[in-house]
């Protein structure tokens, strides 16, 4: 199988930080998460990430885990009340 480099569709780029927040979920190391994202840009697109493709998902994951964190932590203050 040989990888393409090319534009990232938003949908692809969704489905990329998914895979970021899913592997951080399991291993809570985001280098780890972005060798995930590599890895899955490559087995599900036949995409060769660049760089900043890879760091743009691994942020998109990032901000994602904040807003669980987030809505978690307000889950448990309406709880508690």
């Known amino acids: ?3 393409i ?4 569709t938003d ?3 969704e ?3 998914i895979e970021g927040v899913t ?5 809570c190391q985001w280098n780890k ?3 995930a994202i590599k890895e899955y840009g490559a087995d599900e697109f036949s995409l060769r990430l660049t760089n900043a493709q890879i760091a743009t ?5 990032k ?6 964190t987030i809505s978690t932590m307000l889950k448990k203050i309406e709880n508690s009340c």
Do not use: D, H, P, T
């Not at 480099?5 to 990232?8: C, G, I, L, N, Y």
């Not at 592997?23 to 291993?27: A, F, I, K, L, V």
């Not at 901000?63 to 669980?68: D, L, M, P, S």
């Open 57 to 61: 998902a691994v942020n998109i994951a």
């Open 63 to 68: 901000q994602k885990w904040e807003a669980i």
């Open 33 to 35: 998460s972005g060798q």
């Open 15 to 17: 489905q990329l930080s």
């Open 23 to 27: 592997n951080y979920e399991m291993s």
């Open 5 to 8: 480099q090319r534009f990232v």
């Open 1 to 3: 199988m040989s990888l």
């Open 11 to 13: 949908s692809e780029m």
